[in-house]
C-alpha cells in the first residue's frame, strides 16, 4: 500500500511539472523612445523649459527694480551663441543680438521646431522679448519674433506685449497688441498734437514660420477682450 502511494505522488509531481512547462509567459515589448540630443545642446540647456495653454509676455522698463519679471533670462556668452550663429545668413544675425543675450524658455512649437524665448536688445537696452524657432532637423534658427518690448523717449511711449495660445490640437498662435503714445508737453513750440494708437495681430506658427493671419483691430479686440482687461 505504501508503494502504491509513494508511485501515485510520483507520477502526480511529473503531471504538474508538465503541466508548467505547457504555460507560456508572455512578455509586453516595450518600445523603445528615442531622445533627441542636439549637437548645440549645451546651448539648447540654458533655456528652461515650460508648458502652457496661454502665456502672456511682457517687457520692463526695469528690470533691477521688478524682481518677480519672468523673462529675466541667463546672460549667454558671446562663445555660447556662436554655435547657433554660424548657421544664420547675414539677415537672421541681424534679428539674433549677440551683445546682450538672455536665455529664458523653451518649449515644442511642433514636432520638427523647438520655441526659444530670449530678452535681447531693443532700442535702448535688453528690452526686447523675441521667440526663436530652432529646428531640431537643421539644427539651426530658421525664424523668429518679437513678442514683447518697452520703450520711451522725449513724450513718445511705446508697449508692445503678446499672449501664445495653443489649442486643443497643440497648434499655436500669437496674439500682439502695440500701444503708442504721445504727450506733448515736453516739446517746445510747434508742438505736435497729443495722440494713442492701439494696433492689434493675430500670427499663426506653421512650419517654421510666423504668418500673420488678421490684423482687423475692431475684431480682434472683441476676440480678446478678456486677455486685454488682464493686462
Given amino acids: 500500500m505504501k ?7 510520483v507520477l502526480s509531481f511529473i503531471s504538474c511539472k508538465k503541466e508548467v512547462s505547457k504555460i507560456e ?10 531622445v533627441w540630443v542636439s549637437k548645440n545642446q549645451f546651448f539648447l540647456d540654458k ?5 502652457f495653454d496661454t502665456l ?7 528690470i533691477n527694480k521688478n524682481k518677480n519679471y519672468k523673462f ?4 549667454l556668452k558671446e562663445n555660447e551663441i556662436k554655435p547657433v550663429l554660424f548657421f544664420l545668413s547675414h539677415e537672421e544675425i541681424e534679428g539674433f543680438e549677440k ?13 520638427s521646431e523647438l520655441g526659444l524665448i530670449a530678452r535681447t536688445m531693443g532700442e535702448y537696452w535688453a528690452s526686447s522679448i523675441k521667440l526663436y524657432s530652432y ?48 504727450d506733448n508737453t515736453v516739446e517746445e513750440e510747434p508742438k505736435t498734437p497729443n495722440y494713442k494708437e492701439d494696433n ?32
Fill in 3 to 9: 508503494k502504491l502511494i509513494a508511485i501515485f505522488v
Fill in 99 to 111: 551683445a546682450d543675450f538672455h536665455a529664458v524658455n523653451k518649449f515644442d512649437l511642433e514636432n
Fill in 135 to 182: 529646428n531640431k532637423r537643421k539644427e539651426k534658427i530658421v525664424n523668429f519674433i518679437e513678442l514683447a518690448e518697452k520703450s520711451g523717449d522725449a513724450g513718445d511711449f511705446f508697449d508692445k506685449r503678446s499672449w501664445i495660445l495653443k489649442d486643443k490640437n497643440k497648434n499655436y498662435k500669437i496674439f500682439i497688441w502695440t500701444h503708442f503714445e504721445h
Fill in 72 to 75: 529675466k533670462g541667463d546672460s
Fill in 25 to 34: 509567459i508572455n512578455k509586453e515589448k516595450v518600445s523603445e523612445t528615442k
Fill in 200 to 231: 492689434y495681430y493675430l500670427v499663426r506658427f506653421n512650419q517654421g514660420k510666423f504668418d500673420t493671419i488678421s490684423k482687423n483691430n475692431k475684431e480682434l479686440e472683441k476676440q480678446f477682450s478678456n486677455l486685454l482687461r488682464k493686462k
Fill in 56 to 62: 502672456q509676455v511682457y517687457s520692463t522698463d526695469d
Fill in 47 to 51: 533655456f528652461k523649459t515650460i508648458e
